[in-house]
């Protein structure tokens, strides 16, 4: 449930495969992910948007809230300026956060900023549209933006949020 195992793929392509080609593809395609885990289709689609002049428009259902809030967070790293954060630096975050337990303070420092952003994005429709705009969180019920508001606020530096995750580990295999 947590993590994929298939190779990321560009699902306005599989669309046109399973179409006819001589048919003009759409001008908007709405596209429903069902149990996503992460974001790698959605990035992988979006890079490849270039090619064609079709709108995607992606519908993630999570059954799980925290993998609402880390694929918005996942999805953040892939699409902050390039002035503020390099490739190079974009993909040392992203894969720092995505398959780590352990996160360099860079990454940490970010996680922090970008929860307090993404509380604002989650609970100000206004502030969402000006600062997130391809995020729609309208299909979010009361209840569950509270809940990823919770997973955002847990993500921040509090003395009662820390895990030492290295003490636990070390203590389990007698380190």
């Given at each position: 449930m947590f993590w994929g195992f298939s190779e990321a793929l560009d699902l306005f392509e599989e669309y046109r495969k399973s179409q006819d080609?001589?048919?003009?593809?759409?001008?908007?395609?709405?596209?429903?992910?069902?149990?996503?885990g992460d974001p790698r289709h959605v990035l992988k689609s979006a890079s490849k948007t270039f090619k064609h002049s079709?709108?995607?428009?992606?519908?993630?259902l999570e059954g799980c809230l925290e993998l609402v809030a880390r694929n918005l967070l996942l999805t953040c790293i892939a699409f902050e300026n390039g002035q503020h954060l390099s490739v190079k630096g974009k993909t040392h975050l992203f894969m720092d956060v995505f398959g780590n337990t352990l996160l360099r303070p860079f990454s940490n420092g970010y996680i922090n900023a970008k929860a307090k952003v993404l509380t604002n994005v989650v609970t100000d429709a206004d502030y969402a549209?000006?600062?997130a705009p391809?995020?729609?969180?309208?299909?979010?019920?009361y209840r569950?933006?509270?809940?990823?508001?919770?997973v955002f606020n847990f993500w921040t530096n509090h003395e009662k949020h820390v895990f030492n995750v290295s003490h636990y580990w070390d203590g389990k295999y007698g380190g």
């Amino acid at each position: 449930m947590f993590w994929g195992f298939s190779e990321a793929l560009d699902l306005f392509e599989e669309y046109r495969k399973s179409q006819d080609h001589t048919e003009q593809p759409p001008n908007e395609l709405n596209i429903l992910l069902f149990g996503l885990g992460d974001p790698r289709h959605v990035l992988k689609s979006a890079s490849k948007t270039f090619k064609h002049s079709t709108k995607l428009n992606f519908v993630l259902l999570e059954g799980c809230l925290e993998l609402v809030a880390r694929n918005l967070l996942l999805t953040c790293i892939a699409f902050e300026n390039g002035q503020h954060l390099s490739v190079k630096g974009k993909t040392h975050l992203f894969m720092d956060v995505f398959g780590n337990t352990l996160l360099r303070p860079f990454s940490n420092g970010y996680i922090n900023a970008k929860a307090k952003v993404l509380t604002n994005v989650v609970t100000d429709a206004d502030y969402a549209e000006r600062v997130a705009p391809i995020f729609l969180l309208d299909g979010l019920r009361y209840r569950e933006r509270d809940h990823v508001e919770n997973v955002f606020n847990f993500w921040t530096n509090h003395e009662k949020h820390v895990f030492n995750v290295s003490h636990y580990w070390d203590g389990k295999y007698g380190g």
